[in-house]
């Protein structure tokens, strides 16, 4: 069964350095997403990208923030200065099409010291 | 603000019995509705999707959705302790980058 992969697992990093989060989509899906959730919240919606441009943004997905479909496959999230409260789950999804289910990787957990 | 809004728990229920899980949701435009499962550390895991009124069953989930009252419910038949987790609801309104809105999630606790 296709499923959405994430790489790496889990990131540790020093707060104001550049990472770069990984996925790549189930392969005939079109819709791309980025969401995340810091520990004992809710999943929270960052960005939507469809037709290689974003689609929608969340109040979270500030300038520190970008995102990029480098190739045919992969999908990444870039976080340019990360801070303490980037902390958090961060879960790829995709879907075939606008309204239907977004399947999720299995998420990267990103630790900011 | 758009909201989910989901009882926290959490619920626990005897191994065999039904457990009902409920959701509300503030936003009218909302076209789909998506019940996920969430085991601690892991990602949302798609149980179930509905977009019209009424009742869908799955096996031992049934997802049950009425617009004009906004409120989306999931029922699952025959508990098994492995059901034991955190159930995620989500809206969507299409065309709005399709985005999901979650609600803070319900814990399950099915007790063998």
């Known amino acids: 069964e296709p499923e959405v992969t994430q790489t790496p697992s889990h990131q540790v990093t020093q707060m104001g350095q550049e990472v770069i989060l990984r996925c790549v989509p189930i392969s005939n899906h079109l819709y791309f997403y980025w969401y995340r959730q810091i520990l004992g919240q809710k999943v929270e919606f960052l960005v939507s990208f469809y037709n290689n441009e974003i689609s929608e943004k969340s109040e979270i997905f500030d300038d520190q923030f970008s995102v990029e479909r480098p190739d045919g496959s992969n999908f990444t999230l870039k976080i340019r200065s990360t801070k303490l409260e980037d902390s958090a789950m961060y879960f790829c999804a995709s879907s075939s099409g606008g309204g239907d289910t977004q399947y999720f990787g299995p998420g990267t957990r990103l630790t900011v010291l | ?112």
């Open chain 2, 1 to 112: 603000q758009k909201e989910v809004e989901q009882n926290s728990g959490p619920l626990s229920v005897p191994e065999g019995a039904i457990a009902s899980l409920n959701c509300t949701y503030s936003d009218r435009g909302s076209q789909s509705f998506f019940w996920y499962r969430q085991y601690s550390g892991k990602s949302p895991e798609l149980i179930m999707f509905i977009y019209s009124n009424g009742d869908k069953e799955d096996g031992r989930f049934t997802a049950q959705l009425n617009k004009a009252s906004q409120y989306v419910s999931l029922l699952i038949r025959d508990s098994q302790p492995s059901d034991s987790a955190t159930y995620l609801c989500a809206v969507n309104r299409v065309g709005a980058g399709n985005m999901l809105t979650f609600g803070g999630g319900t814990r399950l606790m099915v007790k063998p």
